[in-house]
């Protein structure tokens, strides 16, 4: 098998309303929980952008590489520079080794502290910017990628960064005692790494033993980035609680459950070109205080024990952003958004008009605007906006149309009974939604119960937690169950709808040669312009199939005091802390 | 009482050791798999998903895994969390004292609540005070901590700004959450001292106290008071183990450190380790509760005699 990037998902954003979610989830969650992790890059953002740059991917771009040394700092900081931020946090981190965490908490706190070989950000025009690598050169194959090194760079424990510093960093991740997560998933995708070869000290080989033309979008996330080798010498095992990097701030202290620290790096000079500037961070010292309830950390917003924190509940993300002393970040991310995935192997919903007369049946503006005030956008296509493979053709394959439903329940042969529900062959039409108590659906599938009974489908809900259910989907008792999968680049399809999947994560229990193959096309390519129609190709498939009802677009929702500027966010949405200000 | 003491020491042992055999099987037998939920996202092999396994020890029969668990946690090794990869003990040390000085200043505040409402309620039987005593020990009962802990933390962190809604460290950390935590186990103390007291009063010596002259506060104090605790000591020793379990909650809560945010991300995670340590220590902690409750029946009760 090879996939690739896809980085990872594990963890979990609970989180918004019960008190059972609270910890911090695990592991894999993704599902539902997912949180993902990673960041890491992603051509999407700019899709559209990205023929242009696509020189980028294959062979080699140089260019903007130096960051702008020196003096040609340009950027005024946004307020004024210095002093402490107080982020509050909802998850606690597992590690702070970003080559071994699977948890969002952990890379929102690293990609402060550790630099990538290779940048992606929103709000840029380009796919991929050089980060501690100047330019990159890719086989056609897709299985050679040889990167051009900056020198003069400094992990902060003054450890030279080098080849041999990729090289070791890349070594820990596939060093089975490292118990490595996300990273493992990016660097060696169904097994398909190779080796990593020091070529000089300032050129880095990595060879795959199959494409993989999604490693350029690993190498942009945080899971991949280079750590000091003499930090993994000396820490061993306890690294995780010793992050040694090149980035803008250094790691001063973890307090387990209670705050993560990190300080400004004043010999920071090396900052890829979007940020405009370069030279040390404007904040002193940055203090992730975790939180795990929602409802305190939007008390600890208000009453100023915090400068800004995320996954508020929508009640007080809109109270405390609407009357002008806060302000409300919507940032997009990338994946698959808040779904229904459809069991295609079990009856009814093995029928392809049962599908699509329930794509047809649900109700996504009245779900959103009800449970969320609006907080969210109402999903239409299989991937959030921002990922490649997006289109905007894929949001006008359902509408929501309720005739439109009934008339394809009854061309089916499902006939309306008194009481407006429907049968067959005296079999009622009836299905089976097993929720994740807590996971962000129990909202969600009570609303699309009443929408679906509207159209004659009788739908039962019963409730299963965390780890069990995957049991349970494994076995496909159900017709119906919530997803959601955080992910940079598109070939995460590969754990979502490849045949192979089926014992992971594709609880559709979808098998389709097609689909196979253009899974299978989209790791061959590299180029980000050449890969967009592939995987545009493969969702229009997935939701003409309709094997999954997408509800709303993912976003990382934060807030924050007015003074809070400057931010700049990962292809996956998180903040950037590099040029912010607090003052 | 020595021997006393030895028997009920022997039985603690016993009781954690079957603690330790029920946490491990339930564990064993809860559906999912740890190394799936490590590896996921992590597009695994199944050769790296069964390396994992086998580095882990999840190959061996569970018989095994089980004598290999005791054997090291006799040695005090309790294994290292899935999750974080750090060692278990060093984990849960680490967090102790937070939950413990959270549990204690709940304790303390449900006695010192309790004892208060009970009395007044007891020697004001009948009147207005009874009534309103009785009436906000039923809504401590009645109300859920975690509420009451986001109530607390509106009135007196937000709109009154007494004291900070998270963090650890400190007494103004500590009032919040210990009076969340403390306050549903003051109202069963004050009843149940309300009740006791009540009995108690009726009894001869109380009438004799009196007849003597006693000034009312001495019969109270030395001599109904006293005999009046011995339920209430039963049940306080009940409540820390309680405390304990609820500290889970109000921990989460408050963002406070404390062994109860590790047991939840570890059941979530299967972090069989984490949990069956954070489990041991709660349930050593419930029975040296228990053990110095019995242990303070022979000060408060010369009859009780321990043979």
């Known amino acids: 098998?090879?996939?690739?990037?896809?980085?990872?998902?594990?963890?979990?954003?609970?989180?918004?309303?019960?008190?059972?979610?609270?910890?911090?989830?695990?592991?894999?969650?993704?599902?539902?929980?997912?949180?993902?992790?990673?960041?890491?890059?992603?051509?999407?953002?700019?899709?559209?952008?990205?023929?242009?740059?696509?020189?980028?991917?294959?062979?080699?771009?140089?260019?903007?590489?130096?960051?702008?040394?020196?003096?040609?700092?340009?950027?005024?900081?946004?307020?004024?520079?210095?002093?402490?931020?107080?982020?509050?946090?909802?998850?606690?981190?597992?590690?702070?080794?970003?080559?071994?965490?699977?948890?969002?908490?952990?890379?929102?706190?690293?990609?402060?502290?550790?630099?990538?070989?290779?940048?992606?950000?929103?709000?840029?025009?380009?796919?991929?910017?050089?980060?501690?690598?100047?330019?990159?050169?890719?086989?056609?194959?897709?299985?050679?990628?040889?990167?051009?090194?900056?020198?003069?760079?400094?992990?902060?424990?003054?450890?030279?960064?080098?080849?041999?510093?990729?090289?070791?960093?890349?070594?820990?991740?596939?060093?089975?005692?490292?118990?490595?997560?996300?990273?493992?998933?990016?660097?060696?995708?169904?097994?398909?790494?190779?080796?990593?070869?020091?070529?000089?000290?300032?050129?880095?080989?990595?060879?795959?033993?199959?494409?993989?033309?999604?490693?350029?979008?690993?190498?942009?996330?945080?899971?991949?980035?280079?750590?000091?080798?003499?930090?993994?010498?000396?820490?061993?095992?306890?690294?995780?609680?010793?992050?040694?990097?090149?980035?803008?701030?250094?790691?001063?202290?973890?307090?387990?459950?209670?705050?993560?620290?990190?300080?400004?790096?004043?010999?920071?000079?090396?900052?890829?070109?979007?940020?405009?500037?370069?030279?040390?961070?404007?904040?002193?010292?940055?203090?992730?205080?975790?939180?795990?309830?929602?409802?305190?950390?939007?008390?600890?917003?208000?009453?100023?024990?915090?400068?800004?924190?995320?996954?508020?509940?929508?009640?007080?993300?809109?109270?405390?952003?609407?009357?002008?002393?806060?302000?409300?970040?919507?940032?997009?991310?990338?994946?698959?958004?808040?779904?229904?995935?459809?069991?295609?192997?079990?009856?009814?919903?093995?029928?392809?008009?049962?599908?699509?007369?329930?794509?047809?049946?649900?109700?996504?503006?009245?779900?959103?605007?009800?449970?969320?005030?609006?907080?969210?956008?109402?999903?239409?296509?299989?991937?959030?906006?921002?990922?490649?493979?997006?289109?905007?053709?894929?949001?006008?394959?359902?509408?929501?149309?309720?005739?439109?439903?009934?008339?394809?329940?009854?061309?089916?042969?499902?006939?309306?009974?008194?009481?407006?529900?429907?049968?067959?062959?005296?079999?009622?039409?009836?299905?089976?939604?097993?929720?994740?108590?807590?996971?962000?659906?129990?909202?969600?599938?009570?609303?699309?119960?009443?929408?679906?009974?509207?159209?004659?489908?009788?739908?039962?809900?019963?409730?299963?937690?965390?780890?069990?259910?995957?049991?349970?989907?494994?076995?496909?008792?159900?017709?119906l169950a919530p997803f959601f999968f955080y992910a940079v680049d598109p070939s995460f399809a590969n754990s979502i709808y490849s045949t192979e999947a089926i014992s992971t994560f594709n609880w559709m229990h979808y098998s389709n040669a097609d689909v196979d193959k253009m899974i299978n096309e989209g790791q061959q390519e590299s180029d980000p312009a050449k890969r967009a129609p592939i995987y545009i190709e493969l969702n229009k498939k997935i939701m003409n199939d309709a094997v999954m009802i997408p509800i709303y677009y993912k976003a990382v929702v934060l807030a924050a005091k007015k003074s809070v500027k400057g931010f700049r966010y990962t292809v996956n949405g998180f903040p950037f802390f590099y040029n912010v200000t607090a003052k | 009482m020595q021997a006393f003491l030895i028997r009920r020491l022997v039985q603690s042992l016993l009781t954690l050791f079957g603690v330790s055999i029920v946490v491990f099987l339930m564990l064993y037998f809860t559906p999912g798999d740890p190394v799936t939920i490590m590896l996921q996202g992590s597009n695994a092999t199944p050769q790296q998903v069964e390396t994992l396994r086998h580095q882990l020890g999840l190959d061996q029969p569970v018989y095994v895994r089980y004598v290999d668990y005791v054997t090291n946690a006799l040695q005090g090794d309790l294994g290292r969390s899935y999750q974080t990869r750090e060692s278990v003990l060093s984990a849960i040390l680490a967090q102790l004292p937070s939950t413990l000085e959270l549990t204690f200043a709940a304790l303390f505040i449900a006695i010192a609540i309790g004892l208060i409402f009970g009395i007044i309620a007891a020697i004001r039987r009948d009147t207005w005070l009874d009534t309103l005593s009785m009436n906000i020990s039923l809504f401590g009962v009645s109300i859920p901590n975690f509420w009451l802990g986001m109530l607390l933390i509106l009135a007196f962190s937000l709109h009154v700004k007494l004291f900070p809604a998270i963090g650890t460290g400190g007494i103004r950390h500590l009032v919040l959450p210990a009076v969340a935590l403390g306050w549903g186990y003051a109202a069963i103390i004050a009843r149940l001292v309300r009740h006791s007291l009540i009995e108690v009063l009726h009894h001869d010596y109380i009438k004799t106290a009196r007849a003597k002259g006693l000034v009312e506060h001495a019969v109270i104090g030395r001599h109904a008071l006293k005999n009046a605790l011995i339920p209430v000591v039963t049940i306080v020793g009940l409540q820390f183990g309680h405390m304990l379990a609820n500290a889970v909650i109000i921990e989460s809560l408050f963002a406070r450190q404390g062994i109860g945010r590790l047991i939840v991300t570890g059941i979530l995670s299967k972090d069989f380790p984490m949990v069956q340590g954070v489990v041991l220590f709660a349930a050593a902690g419930y029975v040296l509760a228990n053990l110095l409750v019995d242990v303070s029946y022979a000060f408060l009760d010369p009859r009780i005699r321990f043979s």
């Open chain 1, 1 to 479: 098998m090879k996939t690739d990037g896809i980085q990872a998902v594990v963890g979990a954003r609970l989180s918004r309303r019960s008190l059972l979610r609270i910890g911090g989830a695990v592991g894999g969650a993704t599902v539902l929980a997912g949180i993902l992790a990673a960041c890491g890059g992603s051509d999407d953002t700019t899709t559209a952008a990205s023929s242009s740059a696509s020189g980028t991917s294959s062979s080699s771009s140089s260019g903007a590489a130096s960051p702008s040394a020196g003096g040609a700092s340009t950027q005024a900081p946004a307020g004024e520079p210095g002093g402490k931020l107080i982020y509050g946090i909802w998850q606690n981190p597992d590690t702070l080794d970003p080559g071994v965490s699977g948890l969002i908490a952990t890379s929102k706190i690293d990609i402060n502290l550790f630099d990538t070989l290779v940048y992606a950000m929103q709000e840029t025009d380009q796919p991929y910017y050089p980060g501690l690598a100047t330019k990159w050169d890719i086989s056609p194959d897709a299985t050679t990628f040889t990167f051009t090194l900056q020198t003069g760079v400094k992990f902060h424990d003054g450890d030279p960064f080098n080849a041999a510093a990729v090289k070791a960093t890349f070594g820990h991740i596939m060093d089975p005692a490292s118990k490595s997560l996300s990273a493992l998933g990016s660097l060696n995708p169904g097994d398909s790494y190779g080796s990593t070869e020091a070529v000089d000290e300032s050129t880095v080989k990595v060879t795959f033993k199959v494409a993989n033309g999604g490693f350029l979008n690993a190498v942009s996330g945080i899971s991949l980035a280079p750590v000091s080798p003499s930090s993994l010498q000396k820490y061993g095992a306890d690294v995780g609680s010793h992050p040694v990097g090149t980035g803008p701030f250094m790691f001063k202290e973890w307090i387990k459950q209670d705050h993560v620290t990190i300080v400004k790096n004043p010999d920071y000079n090396w900052a890829p070109s979007p940020f405009g500037r370069n030279g040390a961070a404007y904040l002193d010292e940055i203090v992730f205080q975790i939180i795990p309830e929602a409802s305190t950390r939007g008390v600890t917003l208000q009453n100023g024990e915090v400068d800004m924190t995320e996954e508020l509940t929508p009640d007080d993300f809109n109270r405390l952003t609407s009357n002008g002393d806060f302000q409300g970040l919507k940032i997009k991310t990338t994946g698959m958004p808040y779904d229904i995935m459809i069991n295609v192997t079990k009856a009814p919903t093995d029928e392809l008009a049962v599908r699509q007369a329930m794509e047809f049946a649900t109700d996504k503006k009245s779900i959103v605007d009800t449970l969320f005030t609006g907080v969210y956008e109402p999903a239409f296509a299989p991937v959030d906006p921002t990922t490649l493979g997006f289109d905007k053709s894929l949001e006008s394959i359902y509408t929501f149309d309720p005739d439109k439903a009934k008339q394809l329940l009854e061309d089916a042969g499902w006939k309306a009974g008194s009481d407006g529900m429907r049968s067959k062959d005296g079999k009622a039409l009836e299905v089976l939604f097993i929720n994740l108590s807590g996971f962000g659906f129990d909202g969600i599938s009570q609303l699309m119960q009443a929408q679906f009974k509207d159209v004659g489908i009788k739908m039962n809900i019963t409730e299963q937690s965390f780890p069990a259910v995957q049991d349970t989907l494994h076995r496909g008792d159900h017709n």
